[in-house]
């Protein structure tokens, strides 16, 4: 009992000595900052989730304004917002929908170009609607991309226009864009509002400041970034062994103080003017002069010396170490130009991290352990230096290439989080195509998409759907479609054959259709649109689809051969009548050209071979104005179909058997419900390619020379002896 007693009286000897000390400090604070009231009412500002600095006097800074941003860093982690928590499931019942407020909702008195390309990039997408019922998820008009107080760029009184939403409800659902935040001396998180609910789309991210699977880290670029497009990456040819003149490198400011200098200020440690160039600059800010060092002339000099460019496409790793923020340009810099990243920036949550497997393009380093860095890129090989500069090449194009790729990246990894039951692999993340080119609403599965065959150790399906296109009615036993039916199903390869009945009169009984070994279905289209032949109807379950236009002239032997090819190149367009491209320079233009030459760039889809899932992305990936532009001219949908493959693909279609009665059989029939009949079909087309290019943001099809002919092809041997003896008879 005697023991217990002396415990409960030390512990409330501790207690008071503690009440008074908080107590002391009290009172100093007050006789520090003037009256007793004015100090309380600072605290009940700095117990709101955030204080602004334009609501305390200059000459309150100092000890208040730390107790601020300590209250405020506090009340920030602690609340620890997940989708399961923050975020309301029952708004995105139906498909994803993002909605952008009208710049007359909240005031807003300018915007930055960088700011205006991502709202451009969301309300360009399929994912954008006006309708706010509509929406799943809402993005601010007022611009937050940089929220530093020195900044130009800087818009005040930002917590006022966006509490004023009417559909803010505390940032539910809501989604923030923001490449910087804080001001110097610390570059705190703090954007200077409440972000409440909110997800964060944020650059330069903390690890600490982060909430997983709920903010988004995305990377920070420049205002000159491409809104559409953008520069391919600088990998021209996978030279083995993969080595270039410089092992390291790096160029940019040393800072002499404060955040960010510890590691450029220590760089001149590794720098051997060999192979290892690291070079800094202490020019920079108006008063570097105050604080240049021995080194800084030197080092000054040695900068002069070295063409960044050069640098940056001459080595093998480049060096991206923290600037005053965790992100830093040298990073998309790096990507682009296939030098292996080494990053240096500790607690940094690297862009895009919940989908991408940085692990197999960048070196990740550790700021303590600078003086190991040297002996870390020597001691990768060859064979993984080919394969990290592969994947940066991938990861540059498919996700940071242009602002539309980061921002729908984005929305694409919200989405995926929404609708969990569709979400993609990280295989498809980290694969060609790339998450944005396979939509999970076709498949959560890899083997159902074209891409992953090799991968996977799969083969696609031995059979085929003819899905043929019909516009014209059924008049007469000679026609065209009729024949081409016949010769089709006879296919050893063919499932079943879907006529699309597109005519404006009904379709004709079954029994006018031709007797055949396959199953015939006709779908009699509600809207006519030329678009309609690529829908994903639920009937086609081959990989394989065959689309054909009615006129088509083709025989038994050529379906099979191009059926087989196809089998080889499944992620491809393969078919017959090819069609070229080409830049017209004195008008400024794309030209579109049927010549019969050795060259060409698309494989037109009325005798043609693809993957069905090409159906489901024209559909449901498109936007709506390209589709009602194919509709309305009743034309290009089959340029279209080839920009989007070639898209996704980056290569070029397959040409099979060259047909040269293909073309003038079509000429010959001058039917009215034929195209080539029509003398602004050129023009159409010709129209067609450039605004398809503006959309894409540049002109994805591939020029090639390649054609496939069955083996003994037109040789001067026997027939017995030649597998597909009808292809020369023709």
Known sequence: MQAKKRYVLALAAACAMLL????????TELQTHGDEPHFHALLQH???PYLFLEEVEPEEYGPLVLLRREIQNNMYKSRRCRMDTCFDFGRCQGAFRVYVYPPGTSAVTGISENYRKVLAAIEDSRFYTSDPSEACLFVLSVDTLDRDRLSPQYVQDVRTQIQNLPLWNDGRNHLIFNLYSGTWPDYAEDLGFDVGQAMLAKASVDVQNFRPNFDVSIPLFSKDHPQKGGEKGYLTSNNVPPARKYLLVFKGKRYLTGIGSETRNALYHIH?????????TCKHGKDWEKHKDARCDQDNEEYSKFDYQELLHNSTFCLVPRGRRLGSFRFLEALQAACIPVLLSNGWELPFSEVIDWSKAAIIGDERLLLQIPSITRSVDAERILALRQQTQFLWDSYFSSVDKIVLTTLEIIQDRIYTY???SMLMWNSLPGGLYTLPRFSSYPTLFPFYYGLLGKTPQQEFTAVIQAVAPLQSPQQPILKLIIAVAKSKFCAQIIVLWNCDKPSPPR?????I???????EEERKTMSGRFFPHDVIRTDAVLSLDEDSVLSTNEVDFAFIVWHSFPERIVGYPGRSHYWDATKGRWGYTSKWTNEYSMVLTGAAFYHRYYHFLYTHYLPSRLLSMVDQLANCEDILMNFLVSTVTKLPPIKVTQKKQYKETMMQQGSKSSRWADPDHFAQRQS??????AWFGFMPLVHSQLRLDPVLFKDQVSILRKKYRDIERL
């Open 20 to 27: 008074a000390y908080i107590c002391t400090l009290h009172t």
């Open 46 to 48: 700095a117990e709101q």
């Open 272 to 280: 051997n003017r060999e192979d290892m160039i690291l070079l800094t």
């Open 422 to 424: 569709t979400s993609r």
């Open 511 to 515: 029994s006018k259709w031709p007797s």
């Open 517 to 523: 070994s396959v199953p015939l279905t006709v779908i």
């Open 688 to 693: 067609c390619m450039n605004s398809f290019a």
